[in-house]
C-alpha cells in the first residue's frame, strides 16, 4: 500500500513537472533565453518574438471593445483599424496639416463652402471591388444616421447639405463654413457600400460585417480568431507602397502592462501614471511623448434644462473660491506628463488670453465664507475613474476643500455619464475628454449639447461664439473668437480645466521606425511612415 | 428513485425564474446604462437624437418588467437574443463555454488527484513531512486569493521566465494544436487547481484520519488484513464519499471561479464574457451568463443528492 501511494503521487507529481518544463522549453526556447538573460542583467524583459509579425494589443478591458470582431474606425482610430482603413486625406502628427490619400486631389471654394475632390483612379477595395465617389457619398451620409460614432464626423457633416458626385469627383456642398473639415475628412474611414449598404446605421459597429470586413488600407484581415486575436495581411489590392511588415497580429487582452511583459505586443499607448512608469522601466520599449488635448477638469453642477437647480452652486463667487483653494500644480506632478491650463486654449497656444487662477488657501477660505455658502452642508464630488491615479488626485481635492473650513464627501461613479448628468446628486464633477481640437472644448457649453445642458442650464450665451468658432478659416478669426470664449469662461466658471495630460506611445525595440516619424493622438490616424516600419532581425 | 430526480429536475425551473427575475432587476439597481459603454460621451453631447434612436431599438425605452418579460420569452422559445453590442448570444455561449468547460474540467481532474492524494498520504502517515508540508499549503492555498495567485503565476512563468503565455487560449501560428492548448492551459488552470487542492487536500486528509479511528478499521487490522488492504479497502473507500460531495460541489464554484482567472489570464470564456458584460451593462449576456452558473449549481447539487442516494442506503429517496 505504501509503495502503491507513493508511487501515485510520485507519478502525479512528475507528470505535473514535466508538462510544465516540456511545453514551455519546445516552443518558445528563443523567448526563454532571452527573457532569463535580460532577468540576469536586471532588466524588465519580455521574451523576443519568435515569428515574424507586428505585434498588437487591443484592450478589451473597458466594456467598449469587443473580442468577437475587429474595432471599427468610426469610434476610435487605434493603429490596428488605421493599417486597414484610409480616408480621403492624410493628416501629420498635427491633425491640421492634411494631404490627398485616396484623393488625387482637391479643391475649396473661397467662401469656404464647396469642397471638389476627385478620387484616385484605380482604388480597389481588398475584394477586389473598385472603390468609388458613392463609397464616399454612401459613408458620409451613413456616418449622419450612425449612433457609435465619434462626434467629430457628425458635428462636421452636419454642415454638409448637399452631395454630387460625377465620374471621379465628388463635390460636398456646406451650409455654412467649417473650418476643420479637411482635418476631420483625413480621419474619417470610408467603408464600402457594396458590403454595408443593408446594414442597420444604428448599429453598423456590431454588424457582422466585422467579422469579415472589406478594407481599404495596407492590410486585410487574415484571420479573426474570437476571444483571442486577429491576424492582418498585406492588401494586395492597395495602391500604394507595400509595407515591410507582412503580418501584423492584433491580441485580445484586458492589460495593456503585461501583454508588453509578456511579449504579447510591440506598440503601447496611454497616459495613465502606472501604465507610463511601468512601460518606461522596461529597457526593450522607447517612449514617444505626444502632446495631445487630454482634459481633465471641474464641472460644477448648476441647472438642468429642467429648471432644476443646485442652489448651492448658483454664486459664482463659491465656485470661484473652489477652484483657489486647489493646488492645481501639485495635481499635475500626479501624472508623468500634464500641463495646468486655465481655460480650453492651452497656455502655449497663441490665442490664450493669459488669465490664471491661482492658488491661495487663505484667501479661498476668506471668500467662500463671503459669499453666504452654508459652511454646515456637504460639498459632494463626484468621479468615475478609478485608476490609483485619479483616486489619489481626488483624495487630494478633498483634502485641499477640507482645508478650505468646506465638508466634503466624493463619491466613486460606475456609470459617470448617468451620475454626472441625469442623477446630478452632487456639486463637484471631475471628467476627462480626449479632445481632437479646441473646439470640442467649448462645443460643450452649447445650449444644445446633449450632456452639458443637462448641468449648465441651457445658458445660451456661448451658442453664437461657438458656431463662430468652427467657422474660423484664418488664424486671426480664429484666435479673436478663442480670446472672447475664454473671457466668457473665466466669467460663467461652470467647468474648469485641471490639465491637459500628456500621452506616450511605447514601441518595442522589435521595431525600427523610420527617421522622422512624429507619433500623433493615438486614438487618431496620421502619417506614421508605417509601410517604411521594419521587425528588427 | 425516478420520483426523486424528477422532482428535483422540476423544482430547478422556478429556481432558475427566480434567480433571473433577481439577477435582471439587481442589475437594474446598479444604475448602469448601456448605451453610456456603447457610445462615446461626445456623441452623447453631439447627436442626441441618433443615440435615442438607438435605445429605442434596443428597446431600453420600455418598462423593465416588459424588457424582462420580453427576455424571458425569447429564452423559452429557444431565442436567448442578442448582447447590447449586437453579437447573438447563442453564438458567445456557443464559443466561450467549452473554453471555460475545459478550464473547469481540467482543473477539477488536477485537483481530485493531487488533493485527495495528497490529503490520503498526509493521513496515513499522520505528522510526517508530508503531512506537515501538506497542510502548510493547504492554508496557503485558502489563505491566498485566486487572482493574486494568477498575477504571481504569470509574473513568474510568462514575464520573468517566458515559459507559458499569459493570456488567451489559441495562438497565431500555433504548430501543434495540443502544445498550444496545454501552454495557453497551463497557468491558468493551475491557478484554479491550487485554491480547489488546499480544499480537497485538508477534507481528504480530515476524512480519511476519522475512517482510520474507526471500529470497523480496528477490526479489520486484528484479523490481520494487509496494511495497504485496509487503507484501500477499507479506509479509502468510506473516506471518498464526503470528499466525492465536496468534490462536486466544488464544480460551479469552479465555473463561477473562472470569471476571476479568465480576467486575469485574457482567456475568452464565460467568465471573462461575463466580467465585460457587467462593466458595460450588457444584461441579456449577464442574465444568461449567470443563468448558467446557477443551472450548474443546481446540478451538481441534484447529482449529490442522487450520489448520496445511491452511495448510502440509509437515504431514503422520496419517501
Redesign the interface.
Known amino acids: ?2 509503495k ?3 508511487l ?2 510520485a507519478t ?2 512528475t507528470a ?1 513537472s514535466l ?2 518544463c516540456g ?6 526556447g528563443d ?2 533565453n ?3 538573460e535580460a ?1 540576469a542583467s536586471g532588466e524588465t524583459a ?2 523576443v518574438a519568435s ?1 515574424g ?1 507586428l505585434k498588437l494589443a487591443v484592450t ?5 471593445t ?4 475587429i474595432p471599427t474606425p468610426w ?1 476610435n482610430r487605434i493603429l490596428a483599424t488605421n493599417l486597414m482603413y484610409r480616408g480621403l486625406f492624410l493628416a501629420d502628427s498635427t491633425l491640421t496639416e492634411v494631404e490627398p490619400d485616396m484623393a488625387e486631389s482637391y479643391e475649396v471654394s473661397e467662401d469656404g463652402l464647396v469642397y471638389t475632390i476627385t478620387l484616385k483612379d484605380g482604388l480597389k477595395w481588398s475584394d477586389g471591388e473598385p472603390i468609388t465617389v458613392d463609397d464616399v457619398q454612401w459613408s458620409i451620409e451613413t456616418a449622419l ?8 464626423y ?2 462636421a457633416f452636419k454642415t454638409i447639405s448637399s452631395i454630387a458626385t460625377d465620374g471621379n469627383t465628388i463635390t460636398l456642398t456646406l451650409s455654412e463654413p467649417y473650418a476643420a473639415m479637411l482635418d476631420v475628412l483625413a480621419q474619417f474611414a470610408i467603408l464600402p457600400k457594396h458590403s454595408l449598404e443593408n446594414a ?1 446605421p ?2 453598423l ?3 457582422t460585417f466585422w467579422t469579415a470586413p472589406v478594407t481599404s488600407g495596407m492590410y486585410a484581415l487574415d ?1 479573426l ?5 486577429f ?1 492582418l495581411k498585406v492588401n494586395e489590392n492597395y495602391e500604394g507602397e507595400a509595407p515591410k511588415i507582412e503580418k501584423v ?1 492584433c ?5 495593456y502592462v ?2 508588453a ?4 505586443t510591440d506598440y503601447v499607448y496611454g497616459n495613465a501614471a502606472d501604465l507610463v512608469e511601468a512601460l518606461q522601466n522596461m529597457s526593450n520599449f522607447n517612449a514617444h511623448e505626444v502632446d495631445v488635448l487630454f482634459y481633465k477638469y471641474f464641472i460644477f453642477n448648476m441647472k438642468g434644462i429642467d429648471g432644476n437647480e443646485n442652489p448651492a452652486m448658483q454664486n459664482v463667487e463659491v465656485r470661484k473660491a473652489i477652484i483657489e483653494a486647489i493646488d492645481r500644480a501639485t495635481l499635475a506632478t500626479l501624472y508623468p506628463t500634464a500641463n495646468v491650463l486655465n481655460s480650453g486654449v492651452p497656455n502655449y497656444d497663441p490665442a490664450y488670453n493669459g488669465f490664471e487662477y491661482t492658488f491661495d488657501a487663505e484667501k479661498a477660505k476668506a471668500d467662500i465664507a463671503a459669499s453666504g455658502y452654508d459652511m454646515s452642508r456637504t460639498l459632494k464630488i463626484c468621479y468615475y475613474n478609478n485608476d490609483q491615479t485619479t483616486i489619489d488626485l481626488i483624495n487630494t481635492v478633498v483634502y485641499y476643500l477640507q482645508q478650505a473650513g468646506l465638508t466634503v464627501e466624493a463619491t466613486l461613479s ?6 454626472l448628468f ?2 446630478r446628486d452632487y456639486d463637484l464633477g471631475f471628467k476627462g ?1 480626449s479632445a481632437f481640437s479646441i473646439d ?1 472644448w467649448y ?2 457649453y452649447m445650449s444644445t ?4 445642458a443637462n448641468i449648465f442650464g441651457g445658458d445660451t450665451s456661448f451658442d453664437a461664439l461657438v458656431a463662430d468658432l468652427s467657422k474660423a478659416v484664418t488664424e486671426e478669426d480664429r484666435n479673436a473668437v478663442l480670446t472672447e470664449l475664454q473671457a466668457l469662461e473665466q466669467e460663467k466658471v461652470y467647468k474648469v480645466p485641471v490639465f491637459t495630460v500628456g500621452t506616450y506611445v511605447f514601441t518595442s525595440n522589435r521595431v525600427n521606425i523610420p527617421e522622422g516619424v512624429e507619433f500623433c493622438n493615438p486614438l487618431y490616424m496620421c502619417d506614421l511612415d508605417f509601410e517604411n516600419w521594419e521587425l528588427a532581425q | 428513485m425516478l420520483k426523486f430526480i424528477i422532482k428535483k429536475l422540476l423544482m430547478m425551473i422556478p429556481m432558475l425564474l427566480l434567480i433571473s427575475f433577481i439577477v435582471y432587476f439587481g442589475l437594474q439597481l446598479t444604475g448602469i446604462d448601456p448605451i453610456n459603454f456603447m457610445v462615446s460621451p461626445e456623441m452623447l453631447s453631439a447627436n442626441k437624437e441618433n443615440v435615442e434612436a438607438l435605445r429605442e431599438s434596443l428597446g431600453l425605452n420600455d418598462p423593465l418588467i416588459i424588457q424582462y418579460f420580453r427576455w424571458l420569452g425569447n429564452c423559452l422559445r429557444g431565442d436567448l437574443g442578442y448582447s447590447f453590442d449586437g453579437s447573438s448570444i447563442a453564438s458567445i455561449i456557443k464559443v466561450r463555454l467549452p473554453y471555460t468547460f475545459e478550464l473547469a474540467g481540467y482543473s477539477l481532474v488536477l485537483s481530485a488527484i493531487i488533493g485527495i492524494g495528497i490529503g490520503i498520504i498526509s493521513a496515513v502517515r499522520q505528522n510526517g513531512v508530508i503531512d506537515y508540508v501538506g497542510r502548510v499549503l493547504a492554508v496557503l492555498g485558502q489563505a491566498v486569493p485566486q487572482f493574486l495567485v494568477g498575477i504571481i503565476l504569470i509574473q513568474v512563468f510568462s514575464i520573468k521566465l517566458g515559459w507559458f503565455p499569459s493570456a488567451n487560449r489559441v495562438s497565431p501560428d500555433a504548430t501543434n494544436a495540443f502544445v498550444d492548448a496545454f501552454q495557453h492551459l497551463f497557468l491558468p488552470v493551475l491557478t484554479l487547481t491550487i485554491g480547489m487542492v488546499a480544499v480537497l487536500m485538508r477534507y481528504a486528509r480530515n476524512t480519511m484520519l476519522d475512517v482510520l479511528n474507526s471500529d470497523y478499521i480496528k477490526t479489520a487490522r486484528s484479523k490481520g488484513i494487509p496494511e495497504w488492504k485496509v487503507y484501500l479497502k477499507h479506509g479509502f473507500r468510506n473516506a471518498m464519499k464526503p470528499v466525492l460531495v465536496i468534490l462536486v460541489f466544488r464544480i460551479p464554484m469552479l465555473v463561477g471561479g473562472s470569471v476571476v482567472i479568465e480576467s486575469v489570464f485574457s482567456y475568452p470564456g464565460i467568465g471573462l464574457t461575463m466580467t465585460n458584460a457587467i462593466v458595460s451593462g450588457d444584461y441579456p449576456i449577464v442574465l444568461v451568463t449567470t443563468l448558467i452558473i446557477a443551472a450548474a449549481m443546481l446540478i451538481c447539487s441534484f447529482m449529490v443528492d442522487v450520489f448520496n442516494a445511491l452511495l448510502d442506503p440509509r437515504v431514503r429517496l422520496g419517501e
Do not use: C, H, W
Not at chain 1, 511545453?23 to 518558445?28: A, I, R
Not at chain 1, 491580441?251 to 492589460?255: E, I
Not at chain 1, 460606475?414 to 451620475?419: A, I, S
Open positions: 500500500m505504501k502503491m501511494l507513493a501515485l503521487l502525479t507529481l505535473a508538462a510544465g511545453g514551455g522549453g519546445e516552443t518558445s523567448a526563454t532571452a527573457a532569463t532577468a519580455a521574451p515569428d509579425s478589451t478591458g473597458d466594456g467598449s469587443t473580442d468577437d470582431r469610434y444616421e450612425a449612433a457609435q460614432i465619434n462626434s467629430i457628425t458635428a442597420d444604428l448599429k459597429e456590431s454588424d484571420e480568431n474570437v476571444g483571442n486575436y491576424t497580429t491580441y485580445f487582452v484586458s492589460d503585461t501583454a511583459q509578456a511579449g504579447n460606475n456609470d459617470g455619464t448617468t451620475d441625469t442623477t475628454k470640442e462645443t460643450e449639447d446633449g450632456l452639458f
